[in-house]
């Protein structure tokens, strides 16, 4: 089995892709490239079972539903959005209460923080890619520090040129919890390059995806995720991706 991990940024600069392949017991970094086009990106997912993408598959319903309307002159008045309660719909997904309300990290919000670029480029690039269903589809969406958490390995403080002596430690963390993966070819970027690292831990949640191993929504969230993505957080031990 292949899978493959995108660390989607809003340029291809900061992109990275890990490609990985897995046997009984083992898994193998075999490609990791950066930076990365959509064009690279799809060459690279060639013969994969299953993608990961660190980027959002949607945007929340009443986002999308208080643009459109506020972009027709159709938007009534008396909402209160000077309550900060009351924008909090327009700013997270369904998926990302999940994940706070089960404490496995505090995703940023398409709509309101800073990924607005990358959740465009996301958008386009899983177009092209074919992928309609976005919650079970070819690709699903990671959330990197969600999985690391799971695992018990550090999921926050290694981003940015000036930690990365705790990157560094990650990596080592990370072998050492999982000594059957295979990271050796490329240990001097991905202990140099948060993006590069983020990658490998998407394309392992992307084997957990693929092996029926993350968290789904529940029946009555299904149809509200289908529209907004879903983001796939393992259920299970690092060295269960390999049994």
Known sequence: ????????????????????????????????????????????????EKIG????????????????AQHRGELGAGRSLDDIEQR???????TDRVVVENGWGRPLSVSADQIAHVAFRAAGLIADLG????????AVEAYPAAALKHWGLTSRGYKGVARRAVLAA???????????????????LLTRDDNAFDAVIT????????SGQTFLPDH????????EGWIHVPDCALGDLVR
């Open 1 to 48: 089995m292949r899978t493959v991990g995108v660390d989607l940024a809003a340029s291809p600069k900061l992109t990275a892709v890990a490609v990985v392949e897995w046997s009984t017991g083992a898994a193998r970094l075999v490609d990791l490239v950066m930076p990365a086009t959509d064009a690279e990106i799809a060459d690279l997912v060639v013969g994969a």
């Open 53 to 68: 993408v660190d980027a959002p598959f949607g945007w929340p319903d009443a986002f999308v539903d208080f643009v459109v």
């Open 88 to 94: 909090r719909p327009l700013a997270y997904r369904r």
């Open 131 to 138: 992928v309609v269903d976005r919650v079970t589809g070819w």
């Open 170 to 188: 990650s990596y080592e963390s990370l072998l050492e919890s999982a000594p059957w993966l295979d990271l050796s070819r490329h240990r001097e």
């Open 203 to 210: 394309a392992l949640i992307a084997r957990a995806a693929a």
């Open 220 to 227: 009555r969230d299904r149809s509200v995720a289908a529209r």
